[in-house]
Antibody
């Protein structure tokens, strides 16, 4: 059974760096084909893809946010970490991690999400 | 980036109605489109991928069609559990970014 769960702070101050961890089970990021993505969804808006890390450690970022994002993985812990620098109130959103695979491509399993509020 | 435009943005319907939602891409995405259902406070759930393939466990009243730039999601007979917001996702652009439509809220008429 594939599960993912996001963890991190619920509240960050403007200009701070956000660090989120996705802990997953039911698959391994050392297995060919596996990918883990980060997405976010602002209240009342559509989800927005942020970043992806592949089984071979290839990394991809949103064009508009790439200067602020870093994604990494710890295969032994089944974790993927996303950092986002210089947080702003407009970054207030629910952040999700989601799995995808090379063979099917779409996001097939999602975490429950974590609401992050940016406020002083 | 490829833009995805859904219509309508809100749809009022009754249980038993046939419901159709359209998603248009700003350029051809072949068949690389998925449909998601999202309920309040929950993560999106995939219904359809590769434009017309039903995800395992999803009721057969959901169906998808289309290719190129125009796609549809059809619910053949709306059930009480189907009142939710639906998003299309294109995953054609490589390596990134993949983009969602704005969403269609299906509400009680």
């Amino acid at each position: 059974q594939v599960t993912l769960k996001e963890s991190g702070p619920a509240l960050v101050k403007p200009t701070q760096t956000l660090t989120l961890t996705c802990t997953f089970s039911g698959f391994s990021l050392s297995t060919t084909d596996m990918r883990v993505n980060w997405l976010r969804q602002s209240p009342g808006k559509a989800p927005e893809w942020l970043a992806r890390i592949d089984w071979d450690d290839e990394k991809f970022y949103s064009t508009s946010l790439k200067t602020r994002l870093t994604i990494s993985k710890d295969t032994s812990k089944n974790q993927v970490v996303l950092t986002m620098t210089n947080m702003d109130p407009v970054d207030t959103a629910t952040y999700y991690c989601a799995r995808s695979m090379v063979t099917t491509l779409h996001f097939d399993y999602w975490g429950q999400g974590i609401l992050v509020t940016v406020s002083s | 980036d490829i833009q995805m435009t859904q219509s309508p943005l809100t749809l009022s319907a009754s249980v038993g109605d046939r419901v159709t939602i359209t998603c248009r891409a700003s350029e051809s995405i072949s068949g690389w489109l998925a449909w998601y259902q999202q309920k309040a406070g929950k993560a999106p759930k995939v219904l359809i991928y590769k434009a017309s393939t039903l995800e395992s466990g999803v009721p057969s009243r959901f169906s998808g069609s289309g290719s190129g730039t125009e796609f549809t999601l059809t619910i053949s007979s709306l059930q009480p559990d189907d009142f939710a917001t639906y998003y299309c996702l294109q995953y054609y652009s490589y390596p990134s970014p993949w983009t969602f439509g704005q969403g269609t809220k299906v509400e009680v008429k």
